[in-house]
């Protein structure tokens, strides 16, 4: 049961584009929505996250916006650059029980 | 400050060796994980820990066991491997129950089964 699901898998933007990512999921008892930036041959790191009270959260060129009744919510990047090529994945966080779910990864290509 | 730790960083088995992996943070974590990454499956929990002598099942647990007998390590090891199991491994931890999802990682020990 994949409790995260994540699309695309891939996407390839232009230099100064917005790249755009996609999660759903089931569980209402998760309580706090991070994203993580992953670089080859490192471990993920936290990139900015949100708590489903709050609809849209910010920080510098990211943005969460988050739709509690449909269950979803989105990364999107602005202007994105080529340094910011690598794997996103979003996550769901039950406080509860420390249990961290993650989607199955972006890929993002941005071409110079 | 080290943060996560991993040993080792690499390892290759051959089919029904044991190995362990050993994550140690210095950061007095409560809450520590053991997932897998593998292509096209994102990160998956394998097993995670609470606290000092605590361990739970996550996704993905056969096959792998845990320990957890120091607050500062949490141990992952396989008993018998098998080729399913070549994947990369990430140890990560965070502060408390109740947190806000912030998992430190390590940079991962790659292990391939033969």
């Known amino acids: 049961q994949q409790q995260v699901k994540q699309s695309p898998q891939s996407l390839i933007v232009q230099k100064g584009g917005i790249s755009i990512i996609n999660c759903a999921y089931e569980n209402t008892a998760f309580d706090y929505f991070p994203w993580y930036q992953q670089f080859p041959g490192k471990g993920p790191a936290l990139l900015i996250a949100i708590r489903p009270d709050v609809s849209e959260k910010k920080e510098g060129r990211f943005t969460i916006s988050f739709n509690k009744s449909a269950k979803q919510f989105s990364l999107h990047i602005m202007d994105s650059q080529p340094g910011d090529s690598a794997t996103y994945f979003c996550?769901?966080?039950?406080?509860?029980?420390?249990?961290?779910?993650f989607g199955k990864g972006t890929k993002l290509s941005v071409k110079p | 400050n080290a943060g996560v730790t991993q040993t080792p960083k690499f390892r290759v088995l051959k089919t029904g060796q044991s190995m362990t992996l050993l994550c140690a943070q210095d950061?007095?974590?409560?809450?520590m994980y053991w997932y897998r990454q593998d292509p096209g499956m994102g990160l998956r929990l394998i097993h995670y820990s609470v606290g000092e002598g605590t361990t739970a099942k996550g996704e993905v647990p056969d096959g792998y066991n845990v320990s957890r007998l120091k607050k500062q390590n949490f141990l992952l090891g396989l008993e018998s491997a098998a080729p399913s199991q070549t994947s990369v491994y990430f140890c990560?931890?965070?502060?408390?129950?109740?947190?806000?999802?912030?998992?430190?990682f390590g940079e991962g020990s790659r292990l391939t089964v033969l």
């Open positions: 950061m007095n974590h409560e809450y």
């Open positions: 990560a931890s965070t502060e408390r129950r109740g947190g806000t999802g912030e998992l430190f």
């Open positions: 996550a769901a966080f039950r406080g509860s029980q420390g249990n961290l779910i």
